[in-house]
């Protein structure tokens, strides 16, 4: 699988957008995008994934390069409860397995 | 509604010992994953599996051991367990061919060899 370069930890204030950023350098023209998160102490959840054009969902958006070297995710409005490990994989078309970095741990401030 | 369980949540052994650790889906999906979480790290993939009678290998397979005897189930099975494996167990499923579908997750097993 090809790998993506996420930060470390990223910080928001509460009620201000989100930009979490993650590079693919590497990406095939047929890999998905994917994100997920993971709150404290539970299992990993789906936010969202793409292909190719910018996806919305009632959870956050997708932005994809032009280039599809690199994508961002979007929360329009952070709250305490979006404080999580948020994770950026990509995944070969096919019936393949997620394979997980170390994502990026946002804290959200009141 | 539909949901991912895993039991126990949680169990403490002693080195050496075997174990085995649950999951069953009731979405009725084919593919199954068990990933392992060690403290402050990613998800590891340990095992999974497309279908009835079908299993294979993820990064860190070795000391693990898993079988799809049903649909709705993919026990896994530490044969020696050794401290090393300490750790969280989370299991998932996924429905259909494609990466792109939705994985659920379970809630998580906290391993503890002692």
């Known amino acids: 699988d090809a790998k993506t370069t996420q930060p470390n930890s990223m910080e928001s204030n509460e009620e201000e957008p989100v930009h979490l950023p993650c590079n693919h350098s590497?990406?095939?023209?047929?890999?998905?995008i994917h994100w997920y998160r993971q709150l404290p102490s539970q299992g990993p959840e789906y936010v969202i994934h793409?292909?190719?054009s910018n996806v919305n969902n009632r959870m956050a958006s997708l932005a994809i390069a032009e280039d599809r070297k690199s994508s961002t995710l979007i929360l329009h409005r952070a709250t305490l409860r979006d404080a999580a490990v948020y994770y950026c994989i990509l995944s070969a078309s096919g019936n393949t397995p997620l394979v997980f970095g170390k994502g990026t741990r946002l804290s959200v401030i009141a | 509604d539909a949901e991912i369980t895993q039991s126990p949540r949680h169990k403490i052994i002693e080195t050496g010992r075997q174990v085995t650790l649950a999951c069953h889906q009731t979405w009725n999906h084919n593919n199954m994953f068990w990933y392992r979480q060690d403290l402050g790290h990613g998800l590891r993939l340990i095992h999974y599996?497309?279908?009835?009678?079908?299993?294979n290998k993820g990064e860190v397979s070795d000391g693990y051991s898993v079988s799809r005897s049903n649909t709705e189930d993919l026990p896994l099975t530490l044969e020696s367990a050794a401290s090393s494996q300490t750790s969280v167990y989370f299991c998932?499923?996924?429905?259909?061919?494609?990466?792109?579908?939705?994985?659920?997750f379970g809630p998580g097993t906290r391993l503890t060899v002692l």
């Open positions: 998932a499923s996924r429905a259909g061919q494609g990466s792109y579908n939705e994985q659920f």
């Open positions: 590497t990406i095939s023209g047929t890999d998905y």
């Open positions: 599996s497309y279908g009835v009678h079908d299993t």
């Open positions: 793409g292909l190719t």
